[in-house]
């Protein structure tokens, strides 16, 4: 299975920070990588997929990029509906892997 | 527009099965894979398997940890995604997603399922 390992595991910011958060794949995965926010209680919302491509309705503050191994997320001004935990799955291959998540908490 | 809406919240005894729905509307239904996520309390997300609606040649995929419980069907005359687990135990108390194609662009609300004695 390919390992997906996202860092930091969570970090505290502030609003109109900009955050990045990474994620590492054990093996090259090409652009098949998918970032999701999820907030307690909540379903997860895609927010970007083929690593660096918004979903629609997704606000440009965030941005994705990367390829085979090495993939950032990046927000660019944090507001308050962005506290969550974030998570990258891989779509190369099966069985699809998340990462662990990063949390982020208001400073 | 899109919507994917999951059967309610269940308790099992371990040993029992659980089947979980996930009814699609605002899109054609056969023409996209619906995958199934599950999250334990306080985890991460977990990819359990996915199915071709259609029934046509995508059939089904599933994670090995859960080959032989889990098995995935569809009903295209009322546009619904099963997946049921066998077997169960207290480790698979989760929250079951749906979610739709490769980048889950849409999810399910959720089914909270209990597995206790």
């Known amino acids: 299975d390919i390992q997906m390992t996202q860092s930091p595991s969570s970090l505290s910011a502030s609003v109109g920070d900009r955050v990045t958060i990474t994620c590492r794949a054990s093996q090259g995965i090409s652009n098949y990588l998918a970032w999701f926010r999820q907030k307690p209680g909540r379903a997860p919302r895609s927010l970007i997929y083929s690593a660096s491509t918004l979903q629609s309705g997704v606000p440009s503050k965030f941005s994705g990029s990367g390829s085979g191994t090495d993939f950032t997320l990046t927000i660019s001004s944090l507001q308050p509906e962005d506290f969550a935990t974030y998570y990258c799955q891989q779509y190369y291959a099966y069985p699809r892997t998340f990462g662990q998540g990063t949390k982020v908490e208001i400073k | 527009q899109v919507q994917l809406v999951q059967s309610g919240a269940e308790v099992k005894k371990p040993g029992a099965s659980v089947k979980v729905s996930c009814k699609a509307s605002g899109y054609t239904f056969t023409s996209h894979y619906i995958h199934w996520v599950r999250q334990a309390p306080g985890q991460g997300l977990q990819w359990l398997g996915r199915?071709?609606?259609?029934?046509?040649?995508?059939?089904?995929a599933y994670a090995q940890k859960f080959q032989g419980r889990v098995t995935m069907t569809s009903d295209t005359s009322t546009s619904t995604v099963y997946m049921e687990l066998s077997s169960l135990r207290s480790e698979d108390t989760a929250v079951y997603f749906c979610?739709?194609?490769?980048?889950?662009?849409?999810w399910g609300q959720g089914s909270l399922v209990t597995v206790s004695s």
């Open positions: 979610a739709r194609d490769n980048d889950h662009d849409y």
């Open positions: 199915i071709d609606p259609s029934g046509g040649g995508g059939g089904t």
